[in-house]
Structure formats: structure tokens, C-alpha cells
Antibody, heavy 121, light 111 residues
Framework: QVQLQESGPGLVKPSQTLSLTCTVS??????????WTWIRQHPGKGLEWIGY???????YYNPSLKSRVTISVDTSKNQFSLKLSSVTAADTAVYYC?????????????WGQGTLVTVSS | QSVLTQPPSASATPGQRVTISCSGS????????VYWYQQLPGTAPKLLIY???QRPSGVPDRFSGSKSGTSASLAISGLRSEDEADYYC????????????FGGGTKLTVL
């Protein structure tokens, strides 16, 4: 079955760009009509959708983060990535990648294990 | 402040039935499917209910979902200690060109 794994720096300095990659295994990122998603969870808080991407490159972003977010896909590596610019301490969170089902705007399954990113100097 | 409103906590004893509510508006729950996610301590969320009331394979039938108007509910019957977790509702919101919204989460304690 499809599995997802996040990777990237666990510590980012304020004002810099947070960069994470999600590697998909057990299936092709280009097949099945799925969208590939980033969701974050601030420490001790709820979930926040960041955005998702189709293998063709079509993207949908959270309006509250849109000005700072870029999600991209590399089909040759079966990976998709997140870049969040101009980070502050408020961007400290566990970042999850997940697969969104075809034609199901809010159905996320499976999820990666998550990676904690701390923004601090 | 989450767009979807959930009670921050709920509790019940083993064997009992507990219900968690999720309140929204016409632009989200009122016009789109509701999904529920279970997050066990220290783990990633897991899909629990999709399209208002459907269970993925492997999810026990003790878990059920329902929707009425701009509100939804998750019910857990025959409560077990392993059900102690955070539960989140989610829906698509048609405002602002469309985006995903989550509830703030409900921490379920099995007494």
C-alpha cells in the first residue's frame, strides 16, 4: 500500500524558507487521480490545511498561507515538496504529508508520520 | 479560531456511547461532505469516517457519522480504552475560492 515519508530540516531560522519533501512509496504519484497534500499541526493544537498538488502541477492553497506557500511535484522521484517563506515562530509545527482521494476534497489517507519543524534563531 | 466548532473535550466510561459534535455553516458542512479523523497520542491522524457516514475498511462499526444541515456528529458506541484520542472533523469550504477547514479537535477521555 501507499506510504508517505516527510523529510527536511528540523530547525529553520526566522525569515528563512522552510523546505520539506514527501517521498511516496508503494504507488506512483502520477496515477489514480490523487492530490498530494501538506497539513500542519501547531504544538498542542488542531490541524491546518496548507495545500495540495496534482501530478500535473495544479495547486490549491490555503488562502491564509497562499502568499508564502509553494508546493511542487517531481514525478521522476515520486516526491512532492513544500516551501514556506518568511517563517516566524508561528510556523513551528508538525508538518504532515498525505494523499487526497480523487474527487474527495477533504479525504486524506494515508498520512506520513509527520516531521517537527521548529523556527528559532 | 477554527471554522468548524467542536467541543474541546468529551469523556465516558468503557462500554458507553459518546457523541462528538461538529458545527459549521452553509458554505462548508451545509453543502459538502464531512470527514472525521482520529489521532491517537503521538501519531499521525487517521481517516475514520468519509462522506458523512462511510467507514473505511478496518474501522469498527462502533464508529458512525451523521450530518444534518450545518452540523455533523461522530458517535462511538461500546467505548474502549483504545478509543482515547483526539478527533477532528473536516469539510471543504466554498468561500474564498474554496479551501479545506478542520474543527479544533475533541480530546476523548475514556474514564
Amino acid at each position: 500500500q501507499v506510504q508517505l515519508q516527510e523529510s527536511g530540516p528540523g530547525l529553520v531560522k526566522p525569515s528563512q524558507t522552510l523546505s520539506l519533501t514527501c517521498t511516496v512509496s508503494g504507488g506512483s504519484i502520477s496515477s489514480g487521480g490523487c492530490y498530494w497534500t501538506w497539513i500542519r499541526q501547531h504544538p498542542g493544537k488542531g490541524l491546518e490545511w496548507i495545500g495540495y498538488i496534482y501530478y500535473s502541477g495544479s495547486t490549491y492553497y490555503n488562502p491564509s498561507l497562499k502568499s508564502r506557500v509553494t508546493i511542487s511535484v517531481d514525478t521522476s522521484k515520486n516526491q512532492f515538496s513544500l516551501k514556506l517563506s518568511s517563517v516566524t515562530a508561528a510556523d513551528t509545527a508538525v508538518y504532515y504529508c498525505a494523499r487526497r482521494a480523487p474527487s474527495a476534497l477533504t479525504e486524506f489517507d494515508p498520512w506520513g508520520q509527520g516531521t517537527l519543524v521548529t523556527v528559532s534563531s | 479560531q477554527s471554522v468548524l466548532t467542536q467541543p474541546p473535550s468529551a469523556s465516558a466510561t468503557p462500554g458507553q456511547r459518546v457523541t462528538i459534535s461538529c458545527s459549521g455553516s452553509s458554505s462548508n458542512i451545509g453543502s459538502n461532505f464531512v470527514y472525521w479523523y482520529q489521532q491517537l497520542p503521538g501519531t499521525a491522524p487517521k481517516l475514520l469516517i468519509y462522506r458523512n457516514n462511510q467507514r473505511p475498511s478496518g474501522v469498527p462499526d462502533r464508529f458512525s457519522g451523521s450530518k444534518s444541515g450545518t452540523s455533523a456528529s461522530l458517535a462511538i458506541s461500546g467505548l474502549r480504552s483504545e478509543d482515547e484520542a483526539d478527533y477532528y472533523c473536516a469539510a471543504w469550504d466554498d468561500s474564498l475560492s474554496g479551501h479545506v477547514v478542520f474543527g479544533g479537535g475533541t480530546k476523548l477521555t475514556v474514564l
